[in-house]
Structure formats: C-alpha cells, structure tokens
C-alpha cells in the first residue's frame, strides 16, 4: 500500500452503538460503501429506515442522508466485505478484568467471510494484548489465512486497532477533527488500517503498534480518573471542614499552573470508570494510585446518597425530587451513570417515600430502576416546586432555571455546583 493511500472498497462495521454508528455513518456520507451489522433486530430496523436509536448532535441528519444515498445499509449477519471495524462493548466482569466475550464473538463472525488482503480495526476499548487474541481467535477458525501474529509482514490480513477518542454531545465533531492513534501488529498492518482513517479525518493520523495504542486510550481515561478523583476527594475533605469546595476550588485555580477539575456525584460513562480497571488488572501491583481513583470515585455515589437518606429521615414524609439521570449533561446516555446509582441507593434505603425523578432527555427508568416501586418519572419544574429535598445530579441545561428554588426554604443538595 502506498504512504497515504485513501480506503475505497466495502466496510463492515460490527455493533452500532455510540461509537459504531457515527463511524460508519461518517464513511458512508464520504462515499465508502458501509454495512452495519448489529444483533439487536430494532437497531438494524431502525437505522434501515434513517432513524438513530439515541440522540447525539447532527448524527440524525446524517443518518438520514447516508440511508437514503444507499451508502449505508444494515444486517444482523456479517457479510464479505474489503473491511471490518469492530465496535463492541468491552464490560468489565465483577473481579474488574474485562469481559472480551464480545470481540471474541465478533471476530468469530468475521472470520469466516474473510479473503486474503482483508483489513481487520477492532476500535473497542480494551487491555494490551486484546488486539494480537482478535488476530488468534481468527487464526484458529482460519487456518489457511497467514495471521499478523504469526506471519508478520507476509501476512494475508490486516489487523490493528484504532481507538475512539470522542466526547458524547460532540462525537461527529470529533471524529472528524482529533488526532487518530493506529496501533498494528505490524507497521504494515497500522499503514493500511489508517487508510480507513484517511476517508475522514481532519487530525493527525498517528502510527504505532497495536499494544501501545490499546494503553495509549486506557491511560487518556486513567488521567481523567486520577484529576476528578482529586476532585471529588477534595469535596469530601471540604466538607468535613466545613468548607465550600467550590469556593476552594475556584481560589487555587487562580495559580497559572493549577487546574483542579470539578466535583460531582462519581463518575460515569462507557469509558472513564471502566478502562483504568484494565490497567489496573494488568499490573495490580503497580497501579496504586488507578485504583485508589477508581476506589475514591467509585465510592462517591454512596456518600451523596447517605447525606440524602440521613436528612430525609429527619423529615416526617419528605418529597424528594432528583434531577438527572444520565452520565453527564445534555445527552441520553445513562450508561455506568453515576446519577442512576445514587436514585437507586436512595430509593432503596426509603421504600416508604415516593421520589420524583425528571430527566428531559429519558423517556423511561434506566432498568436497574424498575425495581424500585417508589420511583416515578416526572417534569422538573413540578418535582422539584413540590419537593422538600432537591437533589442536582446532572447539569442540563434545563435544569439552570430551577436554580431560584434554593431561596425558597428547600434543602437542596447541588452535586454538580451548577447552581453555586
């Protein structure tokens, strides 16, 4: 392949989830024919009809558009393509290793519609190593193909990994314009998987192996962990001592080389609180500071949750209102939402209190709230006007014109110090 060669040929993209949609619907509308394969029946129907199964910024139009030019069709089964991107979920499993059962799955799908020159991108966040067992578990279904891991620069297929680096709310933005790191398993393999890159991208496309790309994404969301769990230490030391963290914070950001990011109820999303864990169980014993991070703010939830149970219990009947419900401000995501977390601890330990929920961008509970007969969705403004206790969880912008209500006599706990 030549230096800077541009992909042209059929794409496969395998799960069309946050990440896995708006990529392929930003190759399709660059003219690369796109295949999404999904194994939920609704997603492929959906999408098929130029509908997008969550809301993000300006991916609804392009959907549409991509749907329409015939560039981007759906199946639920992988079919032969020149490319395949792997974009599927990466849990971790309850001892916080991760659970690689879906790229496993999905490699184990591609494999058999694979021909010699085929390039393989697993784009799924995962351990180092992750990348080289996608090209072994191809191996051992494929034997007549040479595999990177084994074959090197002589091998028949392509496999690297190149790892998303987006903000929700900004994702078609920032595909375009971040910097790209490909890692291959070899250089040959991190050259042709970044022609897929080059149909779009705005940024630097950057080479490596396929290993340091992998830790490269862990360490990006490590770091972020590590600054907010400072944070979020820092609140609770505040308060111990009677202090407006805030207030604190804002003074020592006055120092041109400090930075303190804000608190909040903990941390969520599909990445910051689950990649440090990767790390973590790469080197466990070396990785005391990740994981006493990942210890700090996976324990935030529970604190803001006991100060709520502890004042509602001084109340007679308290209503309580809790506004927000998603990972972080103005998107649906609700995933490893801090926010849910603290409901559900709330409305565990008070059976005997119905709690209001409003969030404008979820039309129903998260299902680890279903459970919980004394929750009920309802309109801010409402929840919150009838509400003894208010509690702030997530900052949406709708949520600004309530701020008023802490001058009505109201106990209002502000996690997010949106209304400071």
Not at 27 to 53: F, H, M, Q, W
Not at 192 to 207: D, T, W
Not at 220 to 233: G, K, L, P, Q
Request: proline residues 7%.
């Amino acid at each position: 392949m030549m230096l800077n060669e541009v992909f042209s040929g059929t794409l496969v993209v395998v799960g069309m989830g946050y990440i896995g949609l708006p990529t392929a619907t930003v190759l399709a509308t660059r003219g690369v024919k796109v295949i999404g394969v999904d194994v939920n029946p609704r997603i492929v129907e959906a999408i098929s009809r130029g509908e997008t199964p969550f809301i993000e910024p300006d991916l609804a139009v392009a959907v549409s558009g991509a749907v329409a030019m015939g560039r981007l069709s759906m199946s639920q089964d992988v079919p032969e393509a020149d490319a395949y991107i792997i974009a599927v979920p990466t849990p971790f499993l309850d001892d916080h290793t991760a659970d690689l059962s879906y790229i496993q799955s999905a490699a184990e799908q591609i494999a058999p519609h694979l021909k010699p020159g085929a390039i393989v991108v697993l784009e799924s966040t995962s351990p180092p190593g992750t990348t080289e067992k996608v090209s072994r578990w191809i191996g051992a279904l494929r034997p007549d193909l040479k595999m990177p891991h084994v074959a090197g620069s002589i091998a028949d297929i392509s496999v690297a990994h190149c790892p998303e680096r987006v903000l929700p709310g900004r994702i078609m933005i920032e595909m375009i314009t971040n910097n790209r790191v490909v890692g291959g398993l070899t250089s040959q393999c991190a050259a042709r998987a970044a022609s897929i890159y080059r149909v779009f991208s705005q940024g630097e496309i950057l080479l490596t192996d396929a290993a340091s790309a992998e830790m490269a994404k862990l360490v990006e969301n490590s770091y972020r962990d590590v600054n907010i769990a400072f944070a979020n230490e820092l609140s609770l030391i505040s308060e111990s001592l009677g202090l407006d963290v805030w207030e604190v914070i804002k003074l020592a950001n006055q120092h041109p080389r400090v930075n303190v990011l804000s608190p909040g109820p903990g941390v969520g999303g599909h990445c910051i609180p689950v990649d440090p864990w990767f790390i973590v169980a790469a080197a466990p014993e070396l990785a005391r500071l990740i994981r006493t991070a990942r210890e700090v703010n996976d324990h935030k939830p529970h604190h803001v949750a006991d100060q709520v149970i502890a004042k509602a219990r001084r109340f007679v009947s308290p209503s309580i209102a809790c506004l927000g419900l998603t990972f972080k401000a103005n998107v649906d995501d609700v995933r490893e939402s801090a926010a849910v977390e603290v409901v559900g601890l709330i409305a565990s330990a008070l059976p005997e209190f119905e709690i209001m929920v409003a969030d404008p961008y979820v039309d129903e509970l998260p299902p680890k709230l279903t459970s919980n007969a004394n929750l009920r969705l309802a309109n801010a403004g409402e929840a919150a006007d009838a509400a003894d206790i208010i509690v702030l969880l997530v900052e949406h912008e709708a949520f600004r014109p309530l701020r008023h209500l802490r001058q009505n006599g109201k106990v209002v706990y502000d996690t997010r110090g949106a209304w400071a």
